[in-house]
Nanobody
């Protein structure tokens, strides 16, 4: 059974940091690009960052560059999202995804597998 399970979300003050984890099972995770998306209340799910199957290449939306870092450990079948200098506008449900896609693909439809999401709430 294919599963992506996110963890690490929570309530944090503005300026704080979080590390989100996404653990994969049921498929050969090391063959797939990984990505993180987020969805704020009343808004569409948006692309945040992606990482190639090897981890050698990463890609970010412009608004999170310098604060968000995506990385992976294929030995642990896990992809991570380090978030620093959190802002209230980062409040959202964060989802991880995996797909056989070229790095830089931002479309949700391109990703095959999704997690259930983890809530990140940033207080001002």
């Amino acid at each position: 059974q294919v599963q992506l399970v996110e963890s690490g979300g929570g309530l944090v003050q503005s300026g704080g940091s979080l590390r989100l984890s996404c653990s994969a099972s049921g498929f050969t995770f090391g063959n797939y690009a990984g990505a993180w998306f987020r969805q704020a209340p009343g808004k569409e799910r948006e692309f945040i960052a992606a990482i190639s199957w090897s981890g050698a290449a990463t890609y970010y939306r412009d608004s999170v560059k310098g604060r968000f870092t995506i990385f992976r450990d294929n030995a642990k079948n896990t992809v991570y999202l380090q978030i620093n200098s959190l802002k209230p506008e980062d409040t959202a449900v964060y989802y991880c995804a995996a797909g056989l896609v070229v790095i830089g693909v931002r479309s949700r439809d391109a990703y095959d597998y999704w997690g259930q999401g983890t809530q990140v709430t940033v207080s001002s």
